[in-house]
């Protein structure tokens, strides 16, 4: 089973800084890669597939990189509606998917 | 508006059992794989099941291989999870999916499975 770990457990950020979010897999998945975000009390919501490809109807300030074993979750700004969890996911042996245990990004 | 309602969920006794539905609209459900997504309470998200777009093929995670069930009716634009011998560890909120090939882009809000004495 490929497990996911992220970094850090918690970010704490102000609006308008930089977030810059990990997401380790145990091996390869080469570029099979997901971002969901999650905020309280709601559903995730597909942010980034692929490793670097948004979603429809996500902003151009989340971005994805990295392929293999390293990736990167990055929102360029944050706005106020940015801070919630952030889960990645694999999906390179479909459709045994698995998540990450997520990161927390939450006001400074 | 592509719309996926759960429901079904509820209180249960250690070794019951329950199903859960998720009604589907606004999009074409014939034609997509739809999984069941399970989060138990403040912690992180868990694959649970997938079931392809005609219901001939279905996968589980192990942890509930053998105890859970998942199908779909067509007909009906529905999913279902049957749940078996349910454990207190089954206890999360279940969310359905759809499901395509690059993740789940669609989800619903969630229903609550409880199990407890």
């Known amino acids: 089973e490929i497990v996911l770990t992220q970094s850090p457990a918690t970010l704490s950020l102000s609006p308008g800084e930089r977030a810059t979010l990990s997401c380790r897999a145990s091996?390869?998945?080469?570029?099979?890669l997901a971002w969901y975000q999650q905020k309280p009390g709601q559903a995730p919501r597909l942010l980034i597939y692929d490793a670097s490809n948004r979603a429809t109807g996500i902003p151009a300030r989340f971005s994805g990189s990295g392929s293999g074993t390293d990736f990167t979750l990055t929102i360029s700004s944050l706005e106020p509606e940015d801070f919630a969890v952030y889960y990645c996911?694999?999906?390179?042996?479909?459709?045994?998917?698995?998540f990450g245990p997520g990161t927390k990004v939450d006001v400074k | 508006e592509v719309q996926l309602l759960e429901s079904g969920g509820g209180l249960v006794q250690p070794g019951g059992s329950l199903r859960l539905s998720c009604a589907a609209s606004?999009?074409?459900?014939?034609?997509?794989?739809m999984s069941w997504v399970r989060q138990a309470p403040g912690k992180g998200l868990e694959w649970v099941s997938t079931i392809s777009s005609s219901g001939g093929s279905t996968y589980y995670a192990d942890s509930v291989k053998g105890r859970f069930t998942i199908s779909r009716d067509n007909s009906k634009n529905t999913l279902y999870v049957e749940m078996y011998s349910l454990r207190a560890e089954d206890t999360a909120i279940y969310y359905c999916?759809?499901?395509?090939?690059?993740?789940?882009?669609?989800w619903g809000q969630g229903t609550t499975v409880t199990v407890s004495s």
């Open positions: 606004g999009f074409t459900f014939t034609k997509n794989a």
């Open positions: 999916a759809k499901t395509w090939l690059r993740g789940m882009d669609v």
């Open positions: 996911q694999q999906r390179s042996n479909w459709p045994r998917f698995t």
């Open positions: 091996q390869s998945v080469r570029s099979y």
